[in-house]
């Protein structure tokens, strides 16, 4: 599998590398815009908390926003939360791994263009809320998360857990320009994949005298109130201890506390920290100028509670807050604001919209409110700024800005594909005198890894796939891949070896099995396809050398590749003994693996999937062919059939497994996506189209072929036919930039598939053979 070479992943990166003409629509595909389709992530109503609060906010006025847009809730719950209503397309247990996929797979299965995850560490199980990953990770869908906590001093859990979320995101969005700078400068998040989109506030006419007050009998008092979920972090204490300074001027000033105990606060200790409080303000005897209202409000309660006071207090001892929804709603609904300076605060009250204390000291708490009680033009000039100021974070204006990001993110559509063959030169690019380098960087050839006998093997067959005239004007490079191949041999091992540095040293005695049966295919194809027989003869032998190996052969793989080579050997030479006894065994051994190893629900060799998938069932389509029997060939269709429809997204586009899916039993995580797996696939359906002559196929394989050309699950194309190469994969945020030799093989030699069975006059189509006769049922 090729990876960029320093590890990073990229975004929304264009063709530009390969050709300028690159960044539009490949030929003969066009771009359309239809309904979306969004699965937002996070605390929802009835659960009561600042996210759940937010979440909601963002879902009634997107929803107002855009008629268009199907939004689809997934709502974190924790044991203690009431049961969702029926707004809730899935209730995520935060503490059930399972319930994380399930709702993943939920996702993928709704056909969601974008999916929107707010994060904060305490709504997610694991270490720092790392079970997110667990969705986040099998999601198909381009990822934007709003960060409400960005830590400039992340400990080891929160740095692991941020810097996975910068590498998955697509768009990171923050509420402050300090949360910017920070992604950028401590996570390394790039400038372009941050958007800054303000905390929403609502859009209320200003009030002077709310009618709350007459109702509470609070008509004349002079009000200070704050807001929000209860807590140490509140700084509550410093503005009690603000009071007797305060009430001295003015005995019958009223401070309100409006909000319930956090419930995390409840869960573990009670209401032992309220009456802390309440002991504090005895203590200091400004218990009657106190009024506590312990529950939790609705957003509509909370504003009217809000409009009431006359300033707002946000005494919080943490400076690095990024995100305060009280406060924004304290100042879009004109109140006069003293707050510390915390980072939400420093930014949303600049140029005089509220008064920033130096710190959380209650002597300068009692200041600031004493000069706006005793100065009351002050105390309006400050109401008509913050009022001016929260009419740009009026709800509307904020829906429009998540509905522009949510539409730039979204996946274009794109409509039929182009039949342009690419230019045989991005191959040759990546050759010198000994044969293919393995990697680039970008587009330029990485001496640095040398060769290796994979890629020098793919790239003999492309050379024999040429129309014959084109083979013979490629004879040197012919040349200098099967010089690579033979001087691999390894005649004391008996075996093929692998790598081989830029300085012509082999970097071992003995390569991987898979490499020696794809190096035995490429053989018994040269043996089949070269035009020049001498070139057939040489790779005769030299397969009959190498064929006894296969013998020892346990990877599937590489019994498949074997297999595929001795099928085309046999092309050659039908008496081939050496050959007829790899077919036969391969055909056997294929078969039951997948006998064994299929499951109702999967139906398949292995009880995982990871690159190749489609040669195994190739393999055993061909075995059946070969040997004439009917029963192998079923069920490497059946086989086949299975795995074209598990790659294939609901939206009908092709969502090859992807690598980090490797190792894991019976599941798919979609990324990194590599052009191998699409090449396989066509040639692995081009096989099942010769031997039923059925139109799916053909869809099929058209379908894998169209992922180079953008229809993907970034809406991204990888490969280029005006310059011949293909990108290395595509990732959770765009494309990997480099253009390796097995990604750009993989298209050259996918477009020669494509051309020679499905892009010419073929004879009329007959039905596709029915796959059930031969195929044994699926064990209980």
Known sequence: ???????????????????????????????????????????????????????????????????????????????????????????????????????????????????????????????????????????????????????????????????????????LVVMSDYGRETLRDVYGASADQIVHIEHGTPDRSFVD??????????????????????????????????????????????????????????????????????????????????????????????????????????????????????????????????????VHARELLADDVG???????????????????AIPDERRAFQRRAYARGRRTAWKVIARACATLVDRVALPE????????PTIEGAWALCDDVGMLQHSIHLVPDRRHGYCIDDNARALMLVHLLPARAQELAQSRALSFASFLQHGWNPDRGV?????????????????????????????????????????????????????????????????????GAAARLAHEPANARAWTIVERGGAFLCALWKSTRRPGW?????????????????????GQRLRSLPLEEAGLAALDWLAGFQTAPEGHFRPVGSDSFNRPQESLPFDQQPLEAWATIDACATAYDATRGKVW??????????????????????DPKSGRCLDGLTPRGINRNSGAESVLAYQIASRTMATIFWRDAVPETPARTLTASVPALAG
């Open 355 to 373: 008064i920033l204390l130096p710190g959380t000291d209650s002597e300068a708490i009692a200041e600031a409110v004493l000069l706006l009680l």
């Open 496 to 564: 093929f070896r692998n790598f081989m540095g830029y300085d012509r040293r082999w970097l071992e005695d003995e390569g991987s099995e898979d490499s020696n049966g794809r190096t035995l295919w490429a053989l018994g194809h040269a043996a089949a396809h070269a035009a020049s027989p001498a070139m057939r003869d040489w790779a005769a032998d030299l397969f009959d050398l190498a064929a006894p190996m296969a013998e020892r052969f346990k990877s599937p793989r590489a019994i498949a590749f074997a297999l595929l």
């Open 209 to 342: 005298i709310a009618p709350l007050r007459e109702t509470l009998g609070i008509a004349d008092r002079p009000v200070i109130s704050t807001f929000g979920l209860i807590g140490p972090g509140k700084g509550l204490e410093a503005a009690i201890r603000a009071l007797p300074a305060i009430v001295a001027q003015y005995p019958d000033i009223l401070y309100r506390i409006v909000g319930a105990t956090h419930p995390n606060l409840v869960a573990s200790e009670g209401e032992a920290y309220r009456e802390s409080l309440e002991r504090l303000a005895e203590s200091l005897g400004v218990a009657d100028n106190i009024a506590w209202e312990n529950r939790f409000l609705d957003t509509e309660e909370l504003l009217d509670q809000i409009e009431l006071c006359d300033i707002y207090l946000a005494p919080y001892p943490n400076l690095q807050q990024i995100t305060s929804g009280t406060l924004a709603y304290a100042v879009a609904l004109g109140r006069a604001v003293v707050s510390t300076p915390f």
């Open 414 to 421: 794109f409509a039929a594909g182009t039949r342009r063959m």
């Open 603 to 623: 139906d398949w060799f292995e009880a995982g999937l990871s690159y190749d998938n489609a040669r195994l069932a190739e393999a055993l389509i061909r075995a």
């Open 1 to 171: 599998m090729k990876h960029d070479s320093d590890g990073r992943f990229f975004r929304d990166i264009s063709l530009d590398d390969l050709s300028p003409s690159s960044v539009s629509p490949p030929p003969g595909m066009k771009r359309s815009v239809t309904a979306r389709r969004l699965a937002l992530v996070g605390c929802f109503r009835p659960r009561q908390c600042g996210i759940a609060t937010f979440t909601a906010d963002t879902y009634d006025h997107l929803r107002a926003a855009r008629a268009d847009l199907a939004i689809d809730i997934y709502a974190m719950r924790s044991r203690t939360d009431p049961d969702m209503g029926s707004e809730v397309a899935l209730a995520i247990d935060e503490q059930a791994p399972t319930d994380y996929r399930a709702a993943a797979e939920a996702i993928n299965a709704s056909g969601a263009q974008v999916v929107w995850l707010q994060h904060e560490f305490g709504i997610f199980g694991g270490a720092a809320g790392e079970m997110i990953f667990e969705l986040v990770d099998r999601i198909a869908a381009p990822l934007i998360v709003t960060l409400h906590t960005v830590l400039a001093e992340p400990n080891a859990d929160q740095r692991r857990v941020m810097d996975r979320l910068v590498a998955r995101a697509s768009k």
């Open 698 to 719: 053909r869809a099929r394989a058209e379908t894998a072929y169209a992922w180079f050309l953008g229809r993907n699950d970034r809406g991204i194309a990888l490969a």
